[in-house]
């Protein structure tokens, strides 16, 4: 497991592929110090390409890992590892991401009440100073899956919900962390997964990284 790598690993440069403020403070409770470098990654790809939802996860966080790698490697930047991570929301086969605005933050709440719905995470992890032989930087990828039941959400609680900001910039529009954790029944999985970031797929990723010898950490 990770926990005995924690010290050292603290003193490794990690960069954090994301502006999430979620996923920031989950590696930072693991006792982590990653540099906070958004990526630029249009997250837009065709949703038809791929037969499992979260498959298209995994792929949108390699988009972005990628993005920062390359961005590093332009400025001549040295990073021991660079995490990229999407979350998406899925229902009755239909991917939920962010809304785009109020109107389909309420479209997204109303599927989402009184019923279960899968939250998908991504998650791809670059070395970029290791090369197993093979042409670009090494990459390790993982996604999770946690099972959401929804309570029945009245309008005005929707409404109230909406009126508060919360939904926005969050997939499936709502955040587990805030004041929605009142519309869930039960969870079955990874609760830090559907807050965005799986830690225990993480500290797995990363412990194999360093077993294989790709991930070399400071004394």
Not at 82 to 87: C, E, M, R, S, V
Not at 155 to 168: K, L
């Amino acid at each position: 497991m990770l926990l005995e790598h924690l010290p050292a690993l603290a003193k490794t440069k990690i960069v954090l592929a994301s502006a999430s403020p979620r996923r920031h403070e989950l590696l930072q409770l693991l006792g982590l110090k990653p540099e906070v470098i958004p990526s630029k990654f249009e997250e837009n790809l065709s949703k038809d390409l791929f037969s499992k939802a979260a498959e298209y996860a995994v792929a949108t966080a390699k988009g972005k890992a990628l993005d920062v790698t390359q961005l590093l490697a332009t400025q001549g930047k040295a990073v021991d590892l660079i995490i990229g991570a999407d979350t998406i929301v899925e229902h009755d086969s239909e991917i939920l991401e962010k809304p785009a605005n109020a109107d389909d933050a309420a479209r997204m709440l109303g599927k989402l009440s009184g019923n279960k719905h899968l939250v998908h995470t991504g998650m791809v992890l670059v070395v970029p100073s290791s090369n197993p032989g093979v042409e670009g930087p090494l990459m390790s990828s993982a996604s999770v899956t946690t099972a959401v039941q929804f309570d029945e959400l009245s309008n005005d609680t929707i409404s109230a919900y909406i009126a508060s900001g919360h939904p926005f910039g969050k997939a499936g529009s709502y955040g587990i962390q805030g004041p929605a954790a009142t519309f869930v029944k039960h969870i079955d999985g990874d609760f830090f997964n559907v807050m965005g970031f799986p830690l225990n797929a993480f500290a797995n990723e990363v412990s194999d990284l360093i077993a294989a010898g790709h991930l070399k950490l400071m004394s």
